[in-house]
């Protein structure tokens, strides 16, 4: 078995090498792609300077930018590791016993992970905002 996977990887190598030829594109194709991505750094920009009009400071301006682009990815990302905790503990682990104590714990680190990730931003701008003026 070990001889057909490593002569199969030996030969999907092998295939993988070929040359790549870049050609001539035409450049009112790639225009409007630019111009979408100026436009969101244009407006991400913006809203960088608007946490900064709004905290008084480039560094707490940033700050609270960062946490909350940190609060809109973790809802997502953490309710993706409770779906994956949950298949480990209710449908591997009804097989096996450790699989389901590792679902627990993965559920357990995400929900933790989640909650943090909402509150700091709201725990940040509290200090910034109350106790600094």
Known sequence: MKKVIISLMIAFLAFSFCSVYATSTNV????????????????????????????????????????????LYS?????????????YQYVIGIRKLDERDK???MIITFVTIFGICQILPLIFAIVVKGWRN
Not at 43 to 59: F, H, M, N, P, V
Not at 75 to 87: E, H, K, Q, S, T
């Open 28 to 71: 009112t194709e790639v225009q409007p792609n630019t111009s979408k991505l100026v436009e969101f750094k244009e407006t991400e920009l913006k809203e960088i300077e608007d946490y900064t009009e709004r905290y008084g400071s480039e560094a707490y301006g940033w700050t609270a930018y960062l946490l909350n682009k940190v609060r």
């Open 75 to 87: 809802i997502p990302l953490c309710f993706l590791g409770v779906a994956i905790g949950a298949i």
């Open 103 to 105: 679902g627990f714990g």
